[in-house]
């Protein structure tokens, strides 16, 4: 049996490569995905470091996105994609199609549903965008990760499964990071890719933060920006109370120590960051990307605002004051505090479950 996968959101994919994989041991898995995260980056993605890791064959899929697009060279993506899917449909000849949403998933789907291959897809966000809306059409079944997104789709196709997490954020592999226990931890990421524009807000106030707390600090790479270089050099041979750790990816082995000595997070609030803060209960500055489809990262933000976990800085008002006076009011909140809850891989293996039954049905 074979199955292919694709879609934007790598990070629930894996533990549901995880469950396939165990329900299935013989089964034959296929990646379509982003080699490179942006135009111009010549440093390959987190998501094609970990999906290849895991001796999964990848395959670089170069679509393109209406949405907001007004470029002719990404708008002709479009129909390339859709062939670039259609053949490598073709050619590896899966059971079925797994996405996990967004643009890049669309013309495999669409593919697929030519070629008749089913499809089922996850989204992950409280909205579905315009690219799950219509993916849904095509798919045989909707996984999704929150109640709310029901309403989004057809009563008949949707099955609540819950948002898949991986293992290692709830196991400490490692002892990677040496702060201080004397001061609070906080932990800034912005995503896989990271956010070039608050990693250098961030560098303009490296100094104060490091006065307060350890900052353990996941830049990404791309190789035009170079901010891994910036921020490590910034205060290179000065001492601070606080130690500060920049990495360019966090990985598998190291984000569970991550998990257990940051209590404050500054971060981006994808579905994934978003359901990682609600579930072990950590204090976030949130910085949602302004230009997703339907908001959808400030809809994942009110959730964790609405349970007291969290404050919304709009990335437009974004300074290195207003950055660091909201750290600060988080380090001092009484709201939120820090728990170890058990893990669950239920939605993992709901998804992984039903992948196979459809791939069965043909």
Request: net charge positive.
């Amino acid at each position: 049996m074979r199955v292919v996968i694709t879609g934007g959101h790598h990070s629930s994919a894996l533990p549901v490569i995880s469950e396939l994989q165990a329900l299935h041991p013989d089964l034959e898995i296929y990646w379509l995905g982003h080699k490179y995260s942006m135009r111009g980056n010549k440093n390959p993605t987190l998501e094609y470091q970990e999906i290849t890791a895991m001796g999964i064959s990848f395959y670089e899929l170069k679509a393109g996105k209406f949405y907001k697009t007004y470029n002719i060279g990404r708008l002709l993506k479009i129909p390339y994609g859709f062939f670039q899917a259609f053949y490598y449909l073709i050619k590896l000849k899966p059971d079925v199609i797994l996405s996990f949403g967004g643009y890049l998933a669309v013309p495999v789907v669409l593919a697929g549903w030519v070629l008749r291959i089913p499809a089922v897809t996850h989204e992950q966000t409280v909205v579905a965008g315009y690219a799950n809306k219509l993916i849904a059409r095509f798919a045989k079944r909707i996984f999704v990760s929150w109640d709310d997104s029901c309403k989004f789709f057809p009563k008949s196709k949707v099955f609540y499964t819950g948002l898949p997490l991986r293992s290692a954020l709830f196991e400490v592999r490692s002892n990677e990071f040496d702060i201080n226990p004397a001061l609070p931890t906080i932990y800034i990421t912005a995503g896989k890719t990271g956010s070039h524009s608050i990693n250098m807000v961030v560098k303009e106030i490296q100094h104060k933060l490091l006065e307060i707390c350890n900052v353990i600090h996941q830049c990404g790479d791309h190789s035009q920006f170079n901010d891994y270089e910036l921020l490590t050099k910034n205060l290179a041979g000065k001492t601070f109370p606080g130690k500060l750790f920049v990495r360019k990816f966090v990985y598998e082995d190291n984000i569970g120590e991550v998990f257990a000595k940051a209590s404050v997070f500054v971060s981006r609030s994808g579905a994934h960051t978003t359901k990682e803060i609600l579930t072990f209960k950590k204090k976030a500055v949130l910085i949602p990307i302004p230009w997703v489809s339907h908001n959808e990262q400030y809809e994942n933000a009110k959730v964790a605002v609405k349970e007291g976990l969290a404050v919304i800085v709009d990335e437009p008002n974004l300074t290195p004051s207003l950055l660091l006076e909201a750290i600060r009011e988080r380090l001092a909140a009484k709201t939120g505090y820090d728990q170890q809850p058990e893990f669950s891989n239920e939605p993992a293996y709901l998804i992984a479950k039903d992948t196979l039954a459809y791939a069965k049905k043909g």
